[in-house]
Structure formats: structure tokens, C-alpha cells
């Protein structure tokens, strides 16, 4: 049996998001020295906005795919890469943030649910 609420998947969704962030700036990070690459990332509150938007009018959420896009405005070096190590760490630290705070609420409606199912 498979127990959700429109908050538990609203969760989950935001957790996907702040992982794809995270994958990202790991892997913007591992080619910081790549000729030509150009960092990668996804807007974090247009991704939940679209997801919201997407649960309320009763789809799951997980329907579509993240638009992962070439974060523009940032300095090109010579070799034509433009990755920018401060910026990834203050992305990486924001995204372990946000996905530490979906964590603890997801937790928290499991405890929820449990202890209905505990006092019946």
C-alpha cells in the first residue's frame, strides 16, 4: 500500500530539485579545468514552481523534466570555460540547505502519519 499527501509529494519533488542542484555543482566543480564547459544548473523556484502547479492540478509532480540550462553572466576565461568556484560553492551550500530543510520536513510528516496509524 502506498501512502502520500499533496505535501509528501510536494516534498519529494523539492528534494529531486535540490539533488539535481547539488549533482550539478558537483560536476560544474569536477570541470572547472575543461576547455569550453560552460557551468550547468537549474533555477531552483521556477522548477518548484512548475512542479506545484503540476500537483495541484492533480499530476504527480515527477511528470516532466528539469529544465537544466547553461547558467549565463558569468566570466569566460581564455580556455572558454566558465566555471566559477566561488559560485559553486555558495550554489552547493544553498542546495545542501534546501535539501536538509525538505529532509526535516518529510520527517516530519512521516512522523505524522505514523502516529495516526499508531492510534488507530
Known amino acids: 500500500m502506498h501512502f502520500t499527501t499533496q505535501l509528501s509529494d510536494e516534498l519529494g519533488r523539492y528534494l529531486d ?8 555543482s558537483a560536476s560544474n566543480m569536477a570541470n572547472v579545468d575543461t576547455p569550453g564547459y560552460h557551468a550547468k544548473g537549474v533555477d531552483f523556484y521556477s522548477e518548484m514552481k512548475r512542479s506545484l502547479n503540476e ?18 553572466g ?21 542546495s545542501q540547505l ?11 510528516q512521516f ?10
Open 17 to 24: 530539485v535540490a539533488s539535481t542542484q547539488l549533482k550539478l
Open 55 to 72: 500537483i495541484n492540478s492533480g499530476g504527480s509532480g515527477t511528470d516532466h523534466s528539469m529544465d537544466i540550462v547553461q547558467v549565463g
Open 74 to 94: 558569468l566570466l569566460e576565461r581564455p580556455d572558454g570555460n566558465n566555471v566559477s568556484m566561488e559560485r559553486e560553492g555558495l550554489t552547493l551550500a544553498e
Open 98 to 108: 534546501h535539501f536538509r530543510a525538505g529532509e526535516e520536513l518529510l520527517k516530519d
Open 111 to 120: 512522523k505524522i502519519v505514523l502516529s495516526a496509524i499508531q492510534d488507530k
